[in-house]
């Protein structure tokens, strides 16, 4: 049996683990999906929402529960785990979980005969519940943090993110203000990142340098956290800023450090090798972009239950519109970021809308694409049509920071009405979503994509356009997508597109393992990259006239968003 190195995904929907070989070949998937596979914690799409306060959490055991659950039914299914030689993971971003004073001697001596969930909860967290990045109860918190900075420019400067409600910092002083006791009582506070990290390890594992970045807390430029962040953090608390840095512990400043060895509950339980290395997890957008060899200018669409974008850039060139990170292997490159809340489950609305009207019970996607493919480019039939733009927030969303709620408009003559007039619902809606998401992204990467005469002409789009994640399974979505934004070099999807952030967990452990004596990731990656089998091409992403065409789109779409703010900013 050859080497394996495995990744796994926290997500939202589910604990996803796939296993590679040092050719960076796809061996072996596993999924729990917590809805399904573990219903005795009654989640919703992972989580649970009290709508009242703005809140989305997710049950801690649920997790730990569903890691036990994952090993399980590898080893059931016959995968052998002493030939995993290294172990990455990635966690939904910004969620925090609150351990007891008891957790790293319970981490330590686990016995190999109870389960974890047995051993590790309650005692081991002073707080069951997990916040969750589609929690919005922040609102104060993050006004706080941009007042502190200056304003959301600034604090955009120094954390490559504006104030967002799902960001850590902004959580962690929440948190101590509605459970002042309980945050005493905290001994340490890990990311859901490493706080998975810290299960395989067996102690509690330091903050991954990419994933920190999404605390509005760390100070990229100077790789070390804000002081005056973590004071204003820790406002009315007596412990103070030294307080909530013994909490936070140490960063890993060291790209694919070997942390240490597998905890030995691991090895007796599922018969992983002793020597088997536990390597950063980090944050499943950033693990994301880690699945494929991206170059400069070529862009990851993640269609997951939060919708992303996500480039690689040199550039730190930082904007409330979007995020910037540390990239999580490699000094001096960032990840770009667009994160919508409404992705997904905003899709799923819609399709059931349009289901329920045809009378199709089921959650199938067949007459969603059949309409997003018959309907028009703008639901215009004939050119002298008006233009039809939808915005569908059933959760509150962060681009642009709004409540939820459902618009319809109609853009003609330069000019936007909102109004339903001429729109046949719910048919309409498909393509208009889809547009209506890719146009958001279309016009917030614009500035990354700037028109290079060597490159891309003078078109701000794309090299090549990549599409991952649940949604990726339907070439009518990204179809659409694609032809919004462009992609010169053309479409593709990656083979394993549902599974890419554990694929690039994966690829991180091997890389951390397996590299030549200060091999970049980006070249270890190339060196086994087989484009033939990796990726599909779906077609060309750029058709001339029709990128055009959107391109006179977004400027009724752009007005129609500054209706939208002026009428639902939250
Ligand atoms: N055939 C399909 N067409 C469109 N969307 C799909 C399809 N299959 C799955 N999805 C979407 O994928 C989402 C899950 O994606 P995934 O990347 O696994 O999510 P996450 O990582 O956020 O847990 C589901 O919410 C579902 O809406
Ligand atoms: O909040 C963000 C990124 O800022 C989300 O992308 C989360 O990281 C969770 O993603 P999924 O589990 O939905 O993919």
Redesign the pocket.
Known sequence: MPSTYIGFDL???GLKCLAVTADLKAIHEEAILFDKDLPHYGVVGGVHKNEKEKEVYAPVAMWIEALDLILTRMKEGGFDFSSVRGVSGAG???GSVYWSDKAEQILASLNPNSSLVEQLSPDGFTHKWSPN?QDHSTQTECEQFEQAAGDGEALARITGSRAHH?FTGPQIKKFHRRHPEVYEKTARISLVSSFLCSIFLGRIAPLDISDVC?MNLWDIKNDDWDQSLLTLTTEGEKGGVAALTAKLGDVERTHGKNLGKISPWFVDRFGFSPECAILPFT???PATILALPLRPLDAIV?L???T?LLMSTPTYYSSVEY?LFNHPTTRGLYMF?L?YCNGALAREGIRNQVNKASNISSGTWDAFDAAAVSTPMAGKKSPSDPAKIGVYFPLPENIPNVRDGTWRFIYKDGKVEQTEEGWDIPRDDVRAILEGQALSMRMRSEALLAPDPKVNGNKAQPRRLYFVGGGSRNTAIMQIMAEVLGGFEGVYKLDIGSNACALGAAYYATWALERKEGEAFEDYVADWWDEENQVKRIGDSYKEGVWEEYGELLKGFRLAEEKLVKIAHN
């Open positions: 997500s939202s929907s939904q971003q910004h990045w799902r999404g944050g499943d957008n993640s997951g239950t939060s992303t995020h970021m994160c």
